[in-house]
């Protein structure tokens, strides 16, 4: 069965905006409001959240909180191994250094861009984002910064290193003793701020919202 046809495209009716199916791409017309329901798609009957309200005042201050964590996690030991009595402190970038110097070189890089480059990059740009949205800023500034943000979020792997640490730890912690340091927990609490700023960092809606503002000053 077809889906029903919709209005003219170009003239949504108020209140809605034009949208596309998260799953089939199926265009549908979406409720601005919340308190409307939440629409679900007329071919696939998927739910959609690209109306669902949003606030670019979420998103900044867990990138601003997140940010501050990056630098303890970044700068002090994130775990002590002790091998013989020997205590070896490991950082989150000098482990990216130790791999550089060792000659794997590309590796390193890798974990460098991974781990602390791509991560920060992201926070900075939905700090942007949403300074440039509240500022009112021009909207090829605002398309180009969140398009960037959709080509970073890729490169982001902390949840990748956590896993490597854990792994570690489980293979080595019969050959010697592991303490984690306060740079472990302030990496854990920036890894929970990242996805938490991502999460309520709505692509979707942002991109609506910077539609929305132009056609009001049409």
């Known amino acids: 069965m077809p889906p029903p046809s919709l209005p ?7 209140g809605q905006v034009l949208v596309a199916c998260a799953e089939c791409d199926q265009l549908m017309y979406c409720p601005v409001r919340s308190n409307q329901g939440i629409p679900r798609c007329p071919a696939c009957g998927a739910a959609q959240q690209a109306s669902r309200p949003f606030d670019p005042a979420t998103p900044l201050a867990i990138a601003m909180a997140a940010l501050i964590l990056a ?16 205590p070896n402190y490991y950082t989150l970038i000098g482990g990216a250094q130790h791999l550089l110097d060792s000659g794997f070189w590309w590796v390193g890089l890798l974990v460098l861009i991974g781990t602390v480059a791509a991560p920060l990059g992201l926070l900075l740009l939905i700090l942007l984002v949403c300074l440039a949205w509240f500022s009112r800023a021009p909207t090829r500034i605002l398309a180009r910064l969140l398009k960037w943000y959709h080509h970073l979020t890729s490169w982001v792997m902390l949840d990748v290193y956590l896993l490597s640490v854990i792994v570690s730890v489980v293979k080595l912690k019969d050959l010697g003793d592991f303490e984690f ?31 929305e503002r132009n056609r009001a000053r049409d």
Do not use: H, K
């Open 181 to 211: 340091s306060l740079g472990f927990y302030c990496f854990v609490l920036l890894l929970l701020s990242l996805s938490a700023a991502m999460i309520t960092f709505n692509q979707e809606r942002f991109w609506d919202l910077l539609e």
């Open 71 to 86: 630098i303890p996690a970044n700068i002090y030991p994130q775990l002590t191994f002790s091998l013989l009595g020997q």
């Open 8 to 14: 003219e495209l170009d003239a949504p009716p108020p």
